[in-house]
């Protein structure tokens, strides 16, 4: 599986357990134990700060996780008529 993906212009990047080499804005696909513990999906802030988004519940395969982070933003996306 492919490192770095983009989904409507945000970039998402898979990493092996740390969020720190995520630019802010950026979301990330974290492996949790090395992926033997699952999948997280976080979203590295403007100011650092870093919230994992799917709260306890992990995935079992990566491209679950990143297929959650897509849908993510797309709920993100402004919708046709709004305000961006």
Known sequence: M???HSHLGRDIVLTGGSARDLAPGQFG???IDGGAGGWSVVHKGPDGEVVELNNE???ELPEDALAFAKELIEM???QPGEAS
């Open 76 to 78: 993100l996306a402004p």
């Open 57 to 59: 519940m992990h995935f």
């Open 29 to 31: 696909v974290l492996a």
């Open 2 to 4: 492919k490192r770095y």
